[in-house]
């Protein structure tokens, strides 16, 4: 169990690891009731003094100080084009990664200028507008498409490595962009920059900010009167956000001071 656990955290995180031991768990706990002198793997792990990671809530500097620092880290560690796309893909939209790496070319308008997102978090279909920064990366993933077999072609990130055929895993590129831009990086952070770009930088509804990004409409019974926003209301403030973004990731790398012996 340790040296799975350990193995989970190289490759995937700290929280998936968690979740996947919690999950086994879970499975063992009935068997372990019908079947006398069966134990659960991960009850004998825990009970031999091995720990879950502790549970934190990440959070990122503000836009103006970690955007330069990313683009230099994904300059600068990130070769694959497909991957670097992905990850700029997140940026300019606020999406989850399980949202942004199945994208289907058939789930892409560039005629109506937007795409659809069916399988989400919500479980809503989303969809969004393609603005100028979202339609060079198409542009691109499209005129490098004939580089991949056709079976892959379906996919705007395809990767001919994965069992699903499209990209998956960009855990082991964190690491390396943190260090190389100098300040901590993980895909999930690129959400919550678009969020504080549009509330904070732009001072957007939050409501229409919600909608961009996807989350759920919280209980609250005066909001669920409102009308959904429509794509064509989405797109102009999905653009002010994406110039924003790109006007804070041409700022220069802020510079720390050589501490001497550090």
């Known amino acids: 169990m340790e040296n799975r656990f350990r193995f989970l955290t190289e490759h995937h995180g700290e929280m998936p690891a968690n979740q996947c031991l919690s999950f086994l768990r879970s499975v063992y ?11 659960n793997p991960v009850e004998q792990w825990l009970a031999a003094g091995a720990r879950y990671h502790r549970k934190t809530r990440r959070r990122i500097s503000s836009p103006a100080e970690v955007l330069p620092c990313w683009r230099k880290g994904l300059e600068a560690e990130v070769g694959n084009a497909v991957h670097r796309d992905v990850f700029l893909f997140g940026l300019y ?10 994208l289907r070319w058939e789930d ?3 005629d109506a200028g937007l795409f659809r997102v069916e399988e989400t978090k919500t479980g809503v279909p989303l969809e969004l507008p393609v603005t ?13 498409g004939h580089t991949v077999g056709e079976e892959f072609r379906v996919w705007v990130f395809p990767s001919p490595m994965s069992d699903s055929g499209h990209v998956e895993e960009l855990y082991r590129h964190y690491g390396a962009i943190g260090r190389a831009g100098g300040a901590k990086f993980w895909f999930h952070a690129l959400r919550n920059c678009f969020i504080t770009v549009a509330e904070r930088e732009l001072m957007l509804p939050r409501s229409l900010t919600k909608r961009l990004v996807n989350h759920a409409r919280p209980g609250d019974v005066t909001e669920g009167y409102a009308a959904d926003w429509t794509v064509e209301q989405l797109r102009e403030p999905a653009q002010r ?6 006007e804070l990731m041409a700022r220069q790398v802020p510079t720390v001071p050589h501490s001497p012996g550090k």
């Open 108 to 110: 892409v308008d560039l």
């Open 29 to 39: 706990r009935r068997p372990c009731v019908d079947y006398e002198g069966l134990r």
């Open 93 to 102: 939209t606020g999406m989850r990664l399980g949202e942004v790496v199945p």
């Open 132 to 144: 100028r920064q979202l339609g060079e990366i198409l542009a691109r993933r499209q005129a490098e």
């Open 241 to 246: 956000v994406a110039n924003r973004i790109d």
